[in-house]
Structure formats: C-alpha cells, structure tokens
C-alpha cells in the first residue's frame, strides 16, 4: 500500500497533466510507473521528497518536455483567439465603419498576445485546484468560477472593445467604406479559406454567419451603416442567423448525447 | 542550467543507456544501481525524463508487465539496436573526453 502522502502526489500529478493535455497513455504508463517506484521505496524506508522532490509542479517542469501533448491545448487556444480577432474585426470592415486608430491596434494586439495566455492559466489553474482528486471531475466551485471567469472575460472584451472605440487617441488613417469592405471581404476569405483547410466546419459556418447581417444589409441597402434601412436588414439577418446557429448546437448536441 | 548541471545531464543519459544494456530492468532498479555506484547529485525521480527521452529516441524498448501480488504494473527496459550503437558511440566520445580533461586539469591534484 502506498503513504496517504505518495497517493496524493500521483493524483495530483495526473490532474497536473491532464492540465498540460499530456498524451492519455504516456499518462497512465508514467503513473503506473512512479507508482510502482514510490511503493518500492517506500518498502525500503525513503520517502516521497527522496524520489521526487515534493513538489508537483517542479516535478512535472523535468518532465513534461518529454511528454507529448495529444489535444494541443495551447494551439487550440490560440486558434480561438485569431478567430475571435476575426469575429470582431470582419464585420465592421465590411460594414464599413472600422476604425484604424491607435486604441484599437493596443486592443486588438493586447487581445492575441495576452488573451490565449491569460484564458490558459486561468483555466489550468480552476482545473488544478478544483478538480475533484477522487472522481477526476471539476467541482461545484470550479464550474460556477468558470462561469463566472467566463462572464468577466467577455465584459473586457466588449468593454475594451467600447473603450477602444470611444478613445481612440490617435487615428492612423481613414478608409472609405468601399476600401473596408473590400479589406473585410478579404479576410473573411483567409478565414473561410484557413478554417476549411484546418477541417474546422463549425467556425467556417460561424464566421460567415457573423458576418452575414452586414454583408446582406450592404448588398440590398448599401451606404451608411448607421441608416435605418441598414440597421433595420442588419438586425433581421442577425436574428435569423442566431435562430439558425442556436439549432445547428442543439441538434449537434442532441446528436452527441444520442452517440 | 550551468555549465556542470548541463554535463550531469548529458552524461546521465549514456548512464542509463549503459545500465539498461547489462540486463532488462525497471525504473527503481536504475536508480539503485545508480547509487550503488555512487553516480553523483542524482534524485530518484530525475531519471524518468532520461527514460522517456531515451525511449522517443528509440534506443531503448519498453513492456509492461502485471505484477502477481496485484500492485502496479512494472515497465521493464531493454536497449535496442541503435540505443547499442548509440552506446559505443557515447563510450567512445566518453573515454576522448576523459582522456582529454584529465590532460587539461593536469591530473587530479591540479583540479583541486
């Protein structure tokens, strides 16, 4: 049998590396393997610091470069946020009224460097800390921290977002609207073109459909973004949009539940 | 990482290869044999990195074996073709080396 000590160490261990997205069967076999090393030398009278020094996370430093990741969570991360920069930046392009000043450039570079590294540490430290070490699930607290994590994120992104476009400090350049729409349409391509290349279907659907409202209200209404006619199509082809998303995850749920 | 932890490191590795060559063994058996002879500033837990390192690289082979007193299951290591050769060619570059620092410090009371 192994010390209370020895047992918490390795569950902890493995939450640590679940928390990395450290390859299932190195996992396990790395587990057993200390496991079997912490009992035999327990048996001969060393302790747990002897084998690993004590600490998890300085432990799992030393290992976790020889470990191969299996779900790359740190790239699906970063994939996130290109495609959040994306959400944000393609339809106001092509509706024409993106501002290219100075706040918006801090936000949008504040948004890709530090967002994914932000997002990962809290969310590794709520699966660290919070996870249940018996049945390997997050707690309670861990998913109403989640939650709430969650909702504080996205107000400092549209907040940011408010502020970057009530202050801009300084404004590079002024585009017509053709010339933003173009660019928009542009990038909407390098998204499409990227997500299909990637086999990422949903987020090809999802920027399109984000971008939908604009590009109709500009097809069949054209000129100012803040004209009624404009709003008026904007906001229906969004609603439509949303109706359509919002049953596109229900039934992909429903069909992962009946899976 | 200074300068000795880094030759620690390195030759921590054509340690464990050479300890694998003798005979098919398992982690805490390493370590044991390690400090049986009386390998320098080396904790229990360091050599798993070494393994695993060895093991992507191919030069080692691994089985897991059920234990008959139902405890964990044991990975045994054996050393493979290239990690043979990858051991000649350590041992020689080991013994230049020695060779070489021994001619340099000018023998072991000028290193003190």
């Known amino acids: 049998m192994l010390s209370e000590k020895s047992e918490k160490f390795l569950k902890k261990f493995r939450i640590e590396m679940m928390a990395r997205g450290k390859d299932d069967e190195y996992r396990d076999n790395l587990e057993e393997e200390l496991r079997d090393h912490l009992m035999l030398a327990e048996q001969n009278g060393e302790d747990l610091e002897s084998v690993t020094g004590g600490s998890v996370k300085n432990y799992m430093k030393t290992l976790s470069i020889e470990l191969p990741e299996t779900n790359h969570l740190r790239r699906k991360i970063l994939l996130i946020f290109i495609f959040l920069v994306g959400m944000f930046t393609i339809p106001s392009l092509i509706g024409g009224d993106f501002d290219y000043t100075l706040s918006m450039f801090i936000y949008y570079v504040s948004l890709t460097l530090f967002g994914p590294f932000l997002f990962y540490l809290v969310i590794k430290f709520i699966f660290i800390h919070f996870t249940d070490l018996e049945t390997e699930k997050i707690s309670t607290a861990g998913i109403v921290l989640c939650g709430l994590y969650g909702v504080i994120y996205m107000a400092l992104l549209v907040g940011g977002l408010y502020l970057a476009d009530r202050y801009p400090i300084y404004e590079f350049m002024t585009l017509s609207s053709k010339s933003n729409m173009i660019a928009g349409l542009f990038l909407l391509g390098i998204f499409v073109f990227g997500t299909v290349v990637m086999g990422r279907w949903f987020y090809t659907f999802l920027i399109i459909a984000l971008s939908l409202p604009e590009l109709s209200a500009k097809i069949f209404v054209g000129g100012d973004p803040k004209d009624e006619n404009y709003i008026i199509v904007s906001a229906i082809v969004l609603f439509v949009v949303s109706a359509v998303v919002m049953t596109v995850l229900f039934f992909y749920s429903k069909k992962e539940v009946d899976d | ?112």
């Open chain 2, 1 to 112: 990482m200074s300068v000795s932890d880094q030759i620690m490191k390195g030759l921590l590795d054509g340690a464990i290869l050479a300890l694998i060559a003798e005979d098919e063994t398992y982690g805490y058996q390493i370590a044991e044999k390690l400090k049986e002879k009386a390998f320098p500033d080396i904790s229990e837990g360091s050599i798993y990195p070494v393994l695993l390192r060895l093991s992507k690289k191919g030069y080692v082979e691994t089985r897991m074996v059920k234990s008959d007193s139902g405890g964990p299951k044991r990975k045994y290591y054996s050393i493979s073709t290239s990690g043979k050769e990858e051991l000649r060619s350590f041992k020689d570059k080991w013994f230049k080396l020695n060779q070489g620092m021994s001619n340099l410090f000018g023998g072991d009371e000028n290193v003190k």
